[in-house]
């Protein structure tokens, strides 16, 4: 388990967060000369160059994304400058994509931390620039809710496989249907219902809760808690849960660590978002203690789950179930190794479920639990600490990733595997790199005592 450093600060983190900040720089610079725009967008890198692979354009908001977070924590506008244009020119297509469950991933990214620099005064007010990204945000929201299943609590966004199909990692991107309610929209449906995307998006997120993440108690009595499924299969006919599985995981019954993460900074987040709508607002799905029971304990089994079956350094294994773990010994109680001959790490995973321990942290804290929410924090500030140094910090200029060691897809073998390596190792995604520094500018801010980050900070 993870071996969490209690007397950690922030300002301790200061002199690796400004070196990561200048290499990021230079990093996003470099795929912006090398990289050819016309390939589609850059997923993952192949001998530390990006390359396209995938099956949605699903990253493109995480690439033009880090321009704008480059520009956050550094005030350097050519990142502005290019962050912007490139979402005019290149993103529009993602706010009407009706194929995907990823708005929240392309569109927050984008048009969201725009309209986030502008309402915060980071870049100057413009009224029909605001109105842009607004409407931007109005939309996609409303799309992402359309790709809708019933079940008989509720129902959830489906995935790209199809109606029968939960992802776990949509958890993450539900937040655009919280941004489309918050700036006043909502879907309008045959004979012109309308459908109030906050109690969508409140039912995703508790579809999620029931069915991705276990507890072991009632129906996951064989189960543990804060393990998650990858995807959960649905009987589109009558709405029924049929069983856990794995797209990108090993088995529905172990658990993917990406997805898990995706999970802890979901939850984390929109237990944020709550505090900000009002017991009104609210009731339209139910009452407040509910909505954040539910919310906070999935939040609080993940975060738990990841803390105890990850190494001591922070960083996890692709798969917790990954078949050929048991090679590697006793490897929970020492540092993971990403050039090991069995089994990837994934360094993104660590930096989206950092995110999520910070998060969870201060919420607790913020509520009174400090004992509770010191433990979060400190383990989110551990894993990023770990994030900051090499192996997982890339200082070789030549290569155009920020985070080494992120797996992409490990059943279809998509990763790649270095000359003289037995398993993949040494790349980056353009995931990773986008939520390491999402992550990075999280603690910046707190360091510079700014405004406290998060997705809904672009609402006036």
């Known amino acids: 388990m993870i071996k969490i450093d209690f007397d950690l600060k922030p300002k301790d983190l200061k002199g690796a967060l400004d070196r990561f900040w200048q290499l990021s720089g230079e990093k ?57 244009e490139k979402t005019l020119k290149l993103m529009a297509p993602h706010i009407s994509h009706t194929g995907v469950h990823d708005h929240g991933f392309n569109n927050a990214s984008t048009y969201g931390n725009l309209l986030r620099l502008m309402v915060e005064g980071k870049i100057p007010h413009n009224e029909w620039e605001k109105n842009f990204y607004e409407l931007a945000l109005k ?57 109030n995307l906050l109690v969508r998006g409140l039912q995703h997120a508790k579809a999620t809760a029931d069915y991705s993440v276990f507890y072991g108690e009632g129906r996951d009595s064989y189960d543990i808690w804060g393990r998650t499924a990858h995807e959960s299969v649905f009987n589109t006919n009558d709405g029924n849960f049929r069983c856990p599985n794995a ?43 509910d909505i954040e029971a539910f919310m906070l304990k999935a939040a609080q089994a ?60 201060h919420y607790l804290n913020k509520k009174g639990e400090s004992e509770k929410g010191a433990k979060y924090w400190q383990a989110g500030l551990t894993v990023l600490k770990t994030l900051l140094q090499e192996p997982y910090l890339s200082t070789n200029t030549a290569h155009q990733g920020i985070l080494l060691h992120s797996i992409y897809h490990q059943p279809n073998g998509w990763d790649n595997v270095p000359a003289g390596r037995k398993i993949a190792c040494e790349e980056s995604s353009m995931w990773g790199d986008y939520h390491a520094r999402e992550l990075a500018l999280y603690v910046t801010r707190i360091i510079g005592e700014e405004n406290y980050y998060t997705f809904f900070n672009c609402l006036s």
Not at 61 to 81: K, M, N, P, V, W
Not at 308 to 323: C, E, R
Not at 330 to 342: G, H, K, M, Q, T
Request: aromatic share 12%; charged share 20%; net charge negative.
């Open 28 to 84: 996003i610079e470099a795929i912006e000369r090398e990289y050819p725009q016309d390939k589609g967008s850059p997923v993952f890198t192949v001998n530390g160059k990006y390359a396209t692979r995938g099956w949605t354009e699903w990253t493109q908001g995480f690439q033009f994304g880090s321009s704008i977070l480059q520009f956050d924590a550094t005030g350097e506008d050519r990142f502005l400058a290019s962050g912007k």
């Open 139 to 195: 939309i996609s929201g409303a799309v992402q809710a359309s790709r809708w299943t019933t079940i008989k609590e509720g129902g959830y966004i489906y995935s790209f496989n199809g109606p029968h199909s939960l992802f776990v990692d949509t958890i993450r991107t539900v937040r655009i249907l919280m941004l489309s309610h918050s700036l006043g929209h909502v879907l309008q449906q045959e004979n012109d219902v309308r459908v």
């Open 247 to 289: 797209q990108q995981g090993y088995t529905g019954f172990s658990t993917w660590t990406r997805g898990l993460a995706w999970a802890m900074c979901g939850f984390a987040e929109e237990l944020e978002y709550l505090d900000t709508l009002s017991d009104k607002d609210l009731a339209a799905y139910g009452s407040r203690k």
């Open 302 to 361: 993940t975060c738990d789950f990841y803390i105890d079956h990850t190494p001591v350094d922070g960083i996890p294994y692709w798969d917790t179930g990954a078949p050929n773990l048991h090679k590697l010994g006793d490897y929970l109680s020492r540092e993971a190794d990403p050039y090991n001959d069995f089994e990837p790490v994934d360094s993104s995973a660590a930096a989206i479920g950092a995110q999520g321990l910070l998060r969870l942290g």
